[in-house]
């Protein structure tokens, strides 16, 4: 069971110039081989898989709440992409009157990379695919039973996962690109460092002189800094107020890169930042043609619910 918490792991940048062909490169980041849609799949079947729980519980634990954060993980690319697309569909509509009346309102948007980021199931918003429009499918999906081959197979998914990200962040100079990778890549560190402990602990193997790989430059990345000042690359999160408290058995020594100390974080998850409220874009039927109408409707069933007219969530 997963706890939702209406917050994003860390804070993104309002929608800013639309950059639809570097939501495409973003969409590796969700739905690539090596994307967040495979990591959180991968470490939740294998945490839905896990044998002998109660005898491996340290281990057990650690799979279990990396697979909770990297749920938030799939939020925030999504977010991303989300942002970098918000304004292309209405920009192209006005852009189509203005030359064409009566013809193809959307028709600049005919030469962007991935058009089903605005044909189903897009509704300029991000799709479950990769960076070429390929499907994020089950076969990306390893859990093979076997503790030690599932932490090797998670280390290494980590890595592949770090060399995507930092090849986005040079691709795509989008502020909510660069502020999504330069999280990403703290985070990604974190669950590199978790699997090769756990490795460790278990079989006497010391994966971490393979560290940093692949070799980026962390620290030298602006938009890492800030998470590295707060000391995210070093902080595990439980994600459950009571439960997975055992992780501390595993994530502990000090970090291969840096020799500070890994802790188990005393918050049980991020403080995170408030989403921002993405304008409707009806060029796309996104969440409709008439968006007022539908927030009309809400606000009068909040009424009759007892509830505030105006709507009670918070967003930035």
Not at 4 to 24: C, H, K, N, V, Y
Not at 149 to 169: I, M, P, Q
Not at 225 to 240: I, N, V
Request: glycine share 10%; aromatic share 8%; net charge negative.
């Amino acid at each position: 069971m997963i706890l939702r918490i209406d917050r994003l792991q860390t804070e993104l940048p309002p929608p800013s110039d639309p950059d639809p062909d570097g939501a495409a490169a973003v969409q590796e980041l969700l739905g690539g081989k090596f994307g967040e849609m495979s990591t959180f799949m991968n470490y939740t079947y294998q945490s839905f898989n896990f044998r002998n729980r109660q005898g491996a519980r340290p281990f057990y634990d650690l799979v279990a709440s990396i697979a909770a954060e990297e749920f938030g993980h799939i939020e925030l690319v999504s977010a991303t992409i989300n942002t970098m697309l918000t304004g292309t569909a209405d920009r192209a509509l006005l852009s189509g009157r203005a030359r064409r009346a009566g013809g193809a309102p959307l028709g600049d948007l005919k030469s962007v990379r991935n058009t089903q980021h605005y044909l189903a199931p897009g509704g300029a918003g991000a799709v479950v695919q990769d960076s070429m429009g390929k499907p994020w499918n089950g076969d990306n999906v390893f859990s093979s039973g076997d503790l030690i081959e599932d932490l090797t197979h998670n280390f290494f998914l980590e890595t592949g996962a770090r060399s995507g990200k930092l090849r986005v962040y040079e691709m795509v100079d989008h502020p909510a690109a660069r502020a999504l990778t330069g999280y990403l890549l703290v985070r990604g560190g974190v669950h590199q460092v978790a699997y090769a402990r756990a490795l460790e602990n278990l079989t006497g193997a010391d994966l971490t002189k393979l560290f940093p790989s692949p070799r980026i430059p962390t620290e030298k990345i602006p938009e890492c800094r800030p998470h590295l000042d707060r000391g995210e690359h070093l902080k595990l999160y439980r994600f459950s107020q009571d439960d997975f408290k055992e992780i501390s058995a595993v994530f502990n020594g000090r970090h291969p890169e840096t020799g500070e100390q890994l802790v188990v974080a005393e918050e049980t998850h991020p403080v995170g930042a408030l989403a921002h409220d993405l304008p409707p874009q009806p060029a796309v039927f996104a969440p409709g043609p008439e968006p007022e109408e539908i927030a009309e409707i809400a606000a009068r069933l909040r009424t009759a619910a007892g509830l505030p007219r105006k709507p009670t969530g918070n967003v930035a």
